[in-house]
């Protein structure tokens, strides 16, 4: 769905909801009014004539003391009904504080969103604050907010755009802002979002993600080349495709995730973890993976020319038929248990290295 769809989608939902919370405020009004009137004629009634019945089956017979019974039970319900008079008063005024709150939120969330398409480039980063403080306070707008800044990143910053354009530069500030602003969202999908975060086909080179957490996003096709991706959370994550050349990716969490085609030439992936990836025909290519975790990964067809494997654990790793993958850079790994390798590497590593395919310690 493109930021115009979303945006449209946002406004058949959200705009008839100004007209909604109107009623609602005329609806409490009246309803206020006629409890007031109702309540009033009770208590006239009930002073009236309840304190009466209530003495006259003691048979007091003395005016004196029978005016002064009546007048205690007055007293007395008085009270009862005062306390329950303050109690409606209360529910009454959180209920309009409510309702009004709800629209200044609707107003400030329909300003924020045209902020989004001004040319200036200082309102529109004005408009992304706004909808970050918006989705902090409102938890219905939370995602359709999520949704209104990935669009607007998918719309802006694509790489099909972009990448056509002869002089490239790295992700504009309205583009980082948005990634920032992801970056410290409340929620993480399942965990209070319905849904991934959808930035496929999007241009982000040198953007700061360092420590978001992306898991299950959609970054198929993305340009991160150069970007600061360390401790990142991509667990199950879509990278196919992606740009990640000379982008750092040390101590990212990269367990289930997708990077099928990927571009890695040049990453540091120090202390990474890539548990059960799909790396089948990415380009490793000078790639930093000193220390990284390759167990249960998948690298067929997989490009290792001059990468760095030292102390790397590739146990249970499929690496068949990869390019560029020689027998002095497995050499240096933490472990080849049960990994799966070409006889043409694997035949001369057990006859020079018998100790790298017994099962490592725990």
Same mark, same amino acid.
């Given at each position: 769905?493109?930021?115009?769809?979303?945006?449209?989608?946002?406004?058949?939902?959200?705009?008839?909801?100004?007209?909604?919370?109107?009623?609602?405020?005329?609806?409490?009004?009246?309803?206020?009014?006629?409890?007031?009137?109702?309540?009033?004629?009770?208590?006239?009634?009930? =002073?009236?004539?309840?304190?009466?019945?209530?003495?006259?089956?003691?048979?007091?017979?003395?005016?004196?003391?029978?005016?002064?019974?009546?007048?205690?039970?007055?007293?007395?319900?008085?009270?009862?009904?005062?306390?329950?008079?303050?109690?409606?008063?209360?529910?009454?005024?959180?209920?309009?504080?409510?309702?009004?709150?709800?629209?200044?939120?609707?107003?400030?969330?329909?300003?924020?969103?045209?902020?989004?398409?001004?040319?200036?480039?200082?309102?529109?980063?004005?408009?992304?604050?706004?909808?970050?403080?918006?989705?902090?306070?409102?938890?219905?707008?939370?995602?359709?907010?999520?949704?209104?800044?990935?669009?607007?990143?998918?719309?802006?910053?694509?790489?099909?755009?972009?990448?056509?354009?002869?002089?490239?530069?790295?992700?504009?500030?309205?583009?980082?802002?948005?990634?920032?602003?992801?970056?410290?969202?409340?929620?993480?999908?399942?965990?209070?979002?319905?849904?991934? =975060?959808?930035?496929?086909?999007?241009?982000?080179?040198?953007?700061?993600?360092?420590?978001?957490?992306?898991?299950?996003?959609?970054?198929?096709?993305?340009?991160?080349?150069?970007?600061?991706?360390?401790?990142?959370?991509?667990?199950?994550?879509?990278?196919?495709?992606?740009?990640?050349?000379?982008?750092?990716?040390?101590?990212?969490?990269?367990?289930?995730?997708?990077?099928?085609?990927?571009?890695?030439?040049?990453?540091?992936?120090?202390?990474?973890?890539?548990?059960?990836?799909?790396?089948?025909?990415?380009?490793?290519?000078?790639?930093?993976?000193?220390?990284?975790?390759?167990?249960?990964?998948?690298?067929?067809?997989?490009?290792?020319?001059?990468?760095?494997?030292?102390?790397?654990?590739?146990?249970?790793?499929?690496?068949?038929?990869?390019?560029?993958?020689?027998?002095?850079?497995?050499?240096?790994?933490?472990?080849?248990?049960?990994?799966?390798?070409?006889?043409?590497?694997?035949?001369?590593?057990?006859?020079?290295?018998?100790?790298?395919?017994?099962?490592?310690?725990?």
């Amino acid at each position: 769905m493109d930021f115009k769809e979303v945006i449209k989608k946002y406004k058949q939902f959200k705009i008839p909801s100004l007209s909604i919370i109107s009623e609602k405020a005329k609806q409490y009004s009246k309803t206020s009014l006629l409890i007031v009137v109702i309540f009033a004629v009770f208590l006239v009634l009930a =002073l009236q004539y309840v304190p009466h019945w209530q003495v006259a089956q003691f048979g007091i017979m003395n005016p004196k003391y029978l005016a002064e019974m009546e007048n205690n039970y007055r007293a007395t319900l008085a009270q009862i009904f005062g306390g329950v008079a303050v109690g409606i008063g209360i529910y009454f005024a959180w209920g309009n504080l409510t309702t009004t709150r709800e629209g200044q939120i609707t107003e400030r969330f329909t300003r924020a969103v045209d902020q989004l398409g001004n040319e200036n480039m200082e309102i529109r980063l004005g408009g992304i604050y706004a909808l970050e403080r918006i989705s902090k306070e409102s938890e219905k707008d939370y995602w359709p907010i999520m949704e209104i800044l990935t669009a607007y990143v998918r719309k802006n910053s694509s790489v099909e755009v972009i990448e056509n354009v002869e002089t490239q530069t790295m992700a504009s500030s309205d583009i980082q802002a948005v990634l920032t602003v992801i970056g410290r969202r409340k929620y993480s999908f399942q965990s209070g979002e319905p849904s991934y =975060l959808d930035l496929h086909g999007t241009y982000l080179e040198g953007v700061n993600l360092n420590g978001v957490n992306l898991e299950r996003a959609n970054f198929t096709g993305v340009n991160l080349n150069r970007a600061n991706l360390e401790r990142a959370n991509f667990k199950y994550a879509k990278l196919d495709g992606a740009n990640l050349e000379g982008a750092s990716l040390s101590y990212a969490n990269l367990e289930n995730a997708n990077l099928i085609k990927t571009n890695l030439i040049f990453a540091q992936l120090y202390g990474a973890n890539l548990k059960l990836a799909n790396l089948s025909s990415a380009y490793l290519i000078y790639a930093n993976l000193r220390k990284t975790n390759l167990e249960w990964a998948f690298l067929k067809c997989a490009y290792f020319s001059k990468a760095i494997l030292e102390g790397a654990c590739l146990e249970k790793a499929y690496l068949v038929e990869t390019i560029g993958l020689s027998v002095d850079q497995l050499s240096r790994v933490k472990t080849l248990y049960n990994t799966e390798l070409d006889e043409e590497l694997e035949i001369p590593l057990r006859e020079r290295y018998p100790a790298l395919f017994e099962k490592p310690d725990e």
